[in-house]
């Protein structure tokens, strides 16, 4: 086990770790003390200098994104902060939400000072009704105390903070498909450019971050540079692109596997290790047949590549789409491939949000296709028509607007290529594993 | 005639000074008829918007987008109970616990119960991967549910 001394994650086992008195204790807000004793610019440089890269899948570093906004504009400029966590098997944000909604919020306060925006938008997602109240609580319990309103700790700088539930619908988390669903419009994601900092909220320069980051730029504030820099894997020195995988992560352990749950630890673990580690193996002693290394829309470690650094580079060096959200699933070799993908599929079959063509078929051709082979009907041809299929849905292939068909194409096509000769043995055995239960429950 | 009450017109008017349009208070707005009237009727979605300023049609644009909203033909229950079935809760019994709750219930997922107490509804990933099968009911998360679980949480949802 590693000798890491948990940070984000250090008060929630704390009694009352979600009241505002538990984290003033703890020193809580002076970090955004510290912020408004300093210039929002430079704040802008302490976030861009400790290399944080954003938590929320893409891994753009955050001080870069904050530079982006007009210089000297009039305002508003707003922080939209997304809550919307829906990646299958992901729940970071819930757990610092309904445990320790303070680290958050001082890092929102944090952010807008820095952005110098008077306003941040939380976007919850509707199905965390734990996290909604306990963030509700926290936000009134920080008006009461002066941290927002007007002229917040007598620094002439004014900060609303204001929480929007959604609405159970996948693409908010998408950062323009969030911003048309605060907007009260349905979530379709908007061609980009122009981006989010130059229009975005309310057609103005909006900033959207990730619920960790946010704790994330508390932690840098309170204890500086050096600290996130010397967690974490240093940038490739063979690779001028690579900004490097700094600072403590959230990774979310679930499926087959004795201990699942949220564990921090410096980004860079293998998956092997997460799983052994923390995980305490997978139950029974069976052996892995798959792990995600991100959320599903990441793709799959076959089990050769378990000892793949799961850091913002690793999982794209073993054919992934990348770290995604850092939420780890772990299949064991009872389970048929073919079944996981088809749970994967179905999924972003139902949540593609039917703005391009491209996605709301491809998605759907994908699941019926995978069901066809779950029947016992599959044809050898299938593989290469869903290989064609993934391949030509999403941004990568310039076929739509947002993300969602890369994500909802790549497990998909990583599954045939390290796993083919299962796929094809399926296929030709006719066999279906289409469980009864899926019957009664199919909709 | 308008179908929300005084008391609910003035719970959407208070949201409007947080946002900078009222357009932006329709998904507020849409929760809060949900919850109260368990479906948002043509009558309901006609008053949003007279309150918010938009056309009917842009108001039901947004709520037809989102499965979530129920409308006047398909109300929800007193609970809404939802059964995760994505990847983590599929790999430890999302499904057959999906069914088991079917069956018990005489519905199929979107269905209520006769009594109307209950509907059911399958999810895609509630965020509680850790405690694999899981079920929200209404506003909170049961973790690692089992059949016997599922069977007393109906008896206690149906009493």
Redesign the interface.
């Known amino acids: 086990m590693s000798t890491y001394e948990p940070v984000l994650l250090a008060r929630i086992n704390k009694d009352q770790s979600h009241t505002l008195d538990s984290y003033l204790a703890d020193g809580g807000y002076d970090a955004f003390k510290k912020a408004l004793g300093m210039a929002p610019a430079d704040v802008t440089n302490l976030v861009k200098d400790s290399g944080l890269r954003g938590r929320g899948g893409a891994g753009f570093p955050t001080g870069l994104k904050w530079t982006f906004l007009p210089k000297d504009h009039p305002g508003?400029i707003y922080l939209a902060v997304n809550g919307d966590?829906?990646?299958?098997?992901?729940?970071n944000?819930?757990i610092l939400l309904e445990k320790d909604p303070h680290q958050v919020l001082e890092g929102i306060a944090i952010s807008c000072y820095a952005i110098r925006s008077n306003t941040a938008y939380l976007y919850l997602?509707?199905?965390?009704?734990?996290a909604?109240?306990a963030l509700q609580k926290a936000v009134a319990e920080c008006y009461e105390k002066g941290i927002f309103g007007k002229n917040v700790f007598g620094s002439g700088f004014d900060l609303?903070v204001?929480l929007?539930?959604?609405?159970?619908?996948?693409i908010c988390g998408e950062e323009t498909g969030l911003i048309e669903?605060?907007?009260?419009?349905?979530?379709w994601p908007r061609i980009k450019p122009p981006f989010p900092a130059i229009e975005g909220l309310?057609r103005k320069p909006t900033i959207v971050n990730n619920i960790e980051t946010m704790a994330c730029v508390t932690q840098i504030l309170k204890r500086g540079i050096e600290w996130f820099k010397s967690i974490g894997v240093p940038p490739d020195p063979n690779n001028p692109r690579d900004a490097g995988s700094y600072g403590p992560k959230l990774y979310?352990?679930?499926?087959?596997v004795n201990k699942?749950?949220?564990y921090e630890v410096p980004l860079g673990i293998t998956a092997r290790r997460l799983i052994e580690e923390y995980g305490g193996g997978v139950p029974g002693g069976r052996g892995i047949k798959a792990v995600?290394p991100g959320g599903?829309s990441m793709g799959f470690l076959a089990p050769s590549e378990l000892d793949t650094p799961l850091d913002f580079n690793g999982p794209g060096k073993v054919g992934c789409l990348g770290l995604g959200t850092a939420?780890v699933?772990v299949?064991d070799d009872q389970?048929s491939i073919v079944d996981?993908v088809y749970?994967?599929a179905r999924?972003f079959a139902?949540?593609s949000?039917g703005q391009c063509t491209p996605c709301r078929e491809g998605t759907n051709w994908m699941q019926r296709i995978l069901h066809r082979i779950r029947s016992g009907q599959g044809r050898m041809e299938d593989l290469d028509l869903l290989l064609e299929v993934s391949n030509g849905i999403g941004m990568m292939p310039g076929t739509t607007i947002c993300g969602l068909a890369d994500g909802a194409g790549w497990p998909v096509k990583n599954a045939i290529r390290k796993f083919r000769s299962e796929f094809e043995e399926y296929i030709q055995s006719g066999r279906s594993t289409i469980?009864?239960?899926?019957l009664?429950?199919a909709? | 005639m308008t179908v929300l009450s005084d008391e609910l017109k003035a719970r959407i008017t208070a949201e409007f000074p947080k946002y900078p349009n009222k357009r932006a208070v329709t998904l507020p707005a849409l929760h809060m008829v949900h919850d109260e009237l368990r479906h948002v009727s043509v009558g309901a979605i006609r008053d949003i918007a007279e309150l918010l300023e938009l056309h009917p049609s842009e108001v039901h644009d947004t709520m037809s987008f989102y499965q979530f909203f129920r409308t006047e033909e398909n109300p929800l229950g007193k609970h809404r109970v939802w059964v995760c079935r994505s990847i983590s809760c599929g790999l430890r019994g999302g499904e057959e616990l999906l069914a088991h709750m079917c069956e018990k219930l005489h519905v199929t997922p979107g269905g209520t119960t006769e009594d109307g107490k209950i509907t059911l509804e399958f999810a895609e990933c509630l965020g509680v991967c850790d405690g694999a099968p899981c079920v929200l009911v209404d506003e909170d998360c049961v973790p690692n549910v089992t059949h016997e679980q599922a069977d007393q949480m109906i008896a206690q949802l149906k009493a």
Do not use: M, Q
């Not at chain 1, 997602?125 to 734990?130: F, H, L, P, V």
């Not at chain 1, 669903?181 to 979530?187: D, T």
């Open positions: 508003p966590e829906s990646e299958p098997g992901t729940f944000n819930r997602r509707y199905e965390y009704g734990g909604w109240r609303d204001r929007h539930r959604g609405a159970a619908a996948y669903s605060l907007e009260g419009k349905r979530a309310f979310c352990l679930s499926g087959h699942p749950g949220c995600v599903i939420a699933v299949v389970t996981v749970n994967c999924f139902h949540e949000c469980k009864p239960s899926e009664v429950g909709h």
